[in-house]
């Protein structure tokens, strides 16, 4: 049987799938087994006889996303830190002065990180969850128990660890270990199903979790209760305790209470994002009330008056060391404070860790990319003049995506305004102001600029006035789709179906419907069509949408994130193991990951001269087109 079963699986999925009818290909595509089975199986891709594709790092933009790095302190070792993006992890053995890329388990992007004792740390990704005993060098698997996608973690002490799973979904789980991270068992009891979990914090035999409100065990086997039923603002960004178990939420606004819930105090209103409190029972809190100034501010007289500490440019966070410093991030860099804890000083950190949502580029020299925050689409945009060996800032705002229009730059900002640029994206003129929507990407096809928003989409040929497309059905609503267009038909998919429309977008015709995928990916060429469904497999049409194969041969990861359709028979695809490529129309595809340090790729940009990939947490990177 076992021979029989490799027999099966070496033959070509993509002959298999002809003779299928386009309901027989939906259903494999919801079912997601044919792509299971093979990517289970297969243990090594096939390489090309071609000239594989070639990466280069290009190492920026080397400070976008700092405000998303977690600073950590070894336990009881202020000399040992570690900073942790989205990607990556750093060492230092100095109090920051100088740092030694580590590398991260499998590759993969880094969820969170933390430390157990004075040489343990412990890590999750999304496959699991991670011990080191040698300060991050080595790492090995210690998920025992776990189900489900491993966030954050919360070590209480040595011993007793929390961690949450599938965090911000719905089924959100809460798990424990007792003999520090080695093994884990369930510990939702008493929390709600379906709840959706954000932040965990502890002091002495307390521990408190955000889940629809706050909720406090005060015991060793976790049970937890919800102290107040007139508790509202559920969404808890953080949490912290005083020595006295005085209770403080970081909720957008600052709340105080206590283990028993019977009172609530409101302290501080205004963009309130973190808490913190030292052993002396000094409390700390981050306010951010704009897009764009992040504050620090202490208090030691139990949140009575407040002393303003330091400013931050763009989302910061800050960690409190042993020794009564301050480390923060934030888009100026990493910093440390002193031990008055009022002056602040750069730390040498020159690192790229953006998570590079979209990356454009003009011509060989001037690259762009849009540095986002996690679980958002929108950041800062960056520009080289260089062809990516510096960056700068080219537009300190949120931008959702970027193209050009009448030899100009064009981008999609602050959700709401299209902007120009004839001057590379040094200056930038207001064109269109939008009242009603909030973006989600541009992109120009053969002189038509199409506007993605969450709940519905323009067309514009002018940038100054915009045709509303009526795409949206109520199962369909939402931000993961995707269009191509290819002459009067735009073609639409929304994970639920494919559609096309030759009108504008008054009228839709579903080319293949019921998929049941969440997110849905479509490019062309002509009239070949490839679309792409997270966990479900890769489709191609050679007639405009009529009929429908399955071209999954070779893909050893279904994660996708982006799509580029060269030609009928070239098409890359990025994936959190690496990028894709296949230049038989899908017949057979083949790993393309030369030169890149990091394999989770989040974007895609192909022109007559070069390919670029933005990486989730290492930047840019670049190669020739072959």
């Known amino acids: 049987m076992k021979i029989f079963y490799f027999v099966f699986l070496l033959f070509p999925i993509s002959h298999l799938a002809l003779a299928m009818t386009n309901q027989e290909v939906v259903e494999t595509i919801n079912s997601g087994s044919q792509f299971k089975q093979y990517s289970l199986h297969a243990a090594k891709t096939k390489t090309t006889q071609n000239k594989p594709i070639l990466w280069k790092p290009l190492k920026g933009p080397s400070m976008a996303s700092m405000g998303s790095v977690k600073i950590v302190q070894m336990k009881n070792n202020t000399s040992i830190l570690f900073a942790s993006s989205a990607k990556q992890i750093f060492r230092s053995l100095d109090s920051g002065k100088s740092w030694k890329l580590l590398s991260t388990p499998q590759g993969i992007a880094v969820n ?197 500490l330091q400013s931050f440019t763009g989302d910061s966070h800050f960690t409190l060391l042993t020794d009564g410093r301050i480390t923060a991030s934030s888009d100026n860099g990493l910093l440390i404070s002193d031990k008055t804890q009022t002056k602040f000083t750069p730390l040498p950190f020159t690192f790229s860790t953006a998570r590079t949502s979209r990356v454009f580029a003009l011509d060989k020299q001037h690259l762009y990319a849009i540095d986002s925050e996690r679980y958002s689409h929108s950041g800062q945009l960056f520009r080289s003049e260089d062809s990516g060996r510096s960056w700068s800032l080219a537009y300190n705002g949120k931008v959702d995506g970027i193209t050009t229009f009448n030899h100009k730059l064009v981008i999609a900002a602050d959700s709401k305004r299209i902007l120009t640029s004839d001057d590379l994206g040094k200056t930038w003129q207001e064109m269109y102001t939008f009242t009603d929507d909030s973006f989600v990407n541009l992109s120009n096809y053969a002189g038509s600029i199409l506007l993605e928003c969450y709940n519905r989409t323009y067309l514009s040929n002018d940038l100054t006035h915009w045709q509303k497309i009526n795409t949206f059905a109520p199962d369909d609503r939402g931000i993961n789709f995707d269009y191509y267009l290819q002459g009067n038909a735009i073609y639409f998919n929304t994970g639920e179906s494919i559609k096309v429309s030759t009108d504008n977008g008054k009228t839709w015709t579903i080319l293949l419907g019921n998929i049941h995928q969440d997110v849905g990916l479509i490019k062309g060429s002509g009239a070949t069509l490839v679309a792409a469904f997270p966990l479900g497999g890769v489709i191609k049409s050679t007639d405009g949408g009529q009929h429908w194969e399955l071209i999954n041969q070779g893909l050893l990861d279904a994660h996708f994130t982006s799509l580029l359709v060269l030609d009928e028979n070239y098409y890359l695809i990025a994936t959190d193991q690496g990028v894709f490529s296949t230049k038989d129309g899908g017949e057979n595809w083949v790993i393309e990951k030369n030169g890149l340090d990091t394999l989770s790729i989040l974007s895609l940009f192909a022109n007559d001269h070069m390919l670029l990939a933005g990486s989730n947490g290492d930047g840019v990177y670049k190669a020739k087109l072959n």
């Open 112 to 308: 969170d990180l933390d430390s157990v004792d004075d040489h343990k740390l412990i890590l999750t990704n999304e496959n699991g969850v991670f011990l080191s005993d040698d300060f991050g060098d080595h790492w090995y698997a210690s998920s025992n128990g776990i189900s489900g996608r491993p966030s954050d973690v919360h070590v209480v002490n040595q011993q007793l660890i929390f961690l949450i799973t599938n965090k911000l979904a719905p089924f959100s789980n809460i798990y424990r270990s007792i003999d520090g991270g080695k093994s884990w068992t369930p510990a939702s009891l008493g929390l709600d199903t379906g709840q959706a979990i954000w932040s965990l914090a502890s002091r002495d035999n307390i521990v408190l979790v955000s889940a629809y409100g706050l909720n406090i065990s005060t015991n060793k086997d976790a049970i937890w209760t919800q102290p107040s039923t007139n508790w509202k603002d559920w969404v808890i960004y953080s949490m912290a305790l005083t020595s006295k178990h005085d209770i403080y939420l970081a909720t957008g606004k600052l709340f105080k209470t206590n283990v028993s819930g019977d009172s609530w105090e409101e302290i501080k209103q205004g963009g309130v994002k973190q808490i913190a409190i030292d052993d002396a029972d000094r409390l700390y809190l981050l306010t951010k009330q704009d897009d764009h100034i992040s504050q620090l501010y202490r208090s030691m007289d139990n949140a009575k008056t407040w002393e303003h």
